[in-house]
């Protein structure tokens, strides 16, 4: 059974930093840990954005030891979908896959390293 997903709004955080008014915390929709290594997925729908600040903190944490991060065009609302999936580096995404087969298979290969 599928439940819908709880939205944090972290709207209350604006402004806290006067000199950086903006800076507020991001939301990662998923992170698994295996023998101290990581992988971090951002799942954003048809069409949406990521936003600046995720992609800062993405890249930042992709340029960690250990760390792996992956943006995946697709939702999870009432059955998986992926339509593509994107490995995140420093400088930017490369395209993995597509299809939720294929996502799998990329979980797979990842927790096997």
């Known amino acids: 059974m599928r439940s819908n997903p709880s939205h944090i709004d972290y709207g209350?955080?604006?402004g806290l930093i006067p000199k950086?008014?903006?800076f507020v915390p991001s939301n990662i929709?998923?992170?698994v840990?295996?023998?101290?290594?990581f992988l971090v997925m951002e799942w954003k729908r048809p069409n949406e954005k990521v936003s600046?600040?995720?992609q800062i903190l993405l890249k930042a944490l992709s340029s960690k030891p250990g760390f792996t991060c992956?943006?995946?065009n697709g939702?999870?609302?009432t059955t998986?979908?992926?339509n593509k999936f994107y490995k995140v580096t420093p400088k930017g995404c490369i395209y993995i896959g597509q299809g939720f087969a294929a996502l799998k298979q990329y979980y797979l290969e990842w927790y096997g390293n």
């Open 33 to 37: 840990e295996r023998n101290g290594k």
């Open 20 to 22: 950086n008014p903006n």
């Open 12 to 14: 209350d955080f604006k």
């Open 29 to 31: 929709d998923g992170i």
């Open 75 to 77: 939702n999870t609302d």
């Open 80 to 82: 998986t979908e992926v």
């Open 70 to 72: 992956v943006v995946i």
């Open 52 to 54: 600046i600040g995720q």
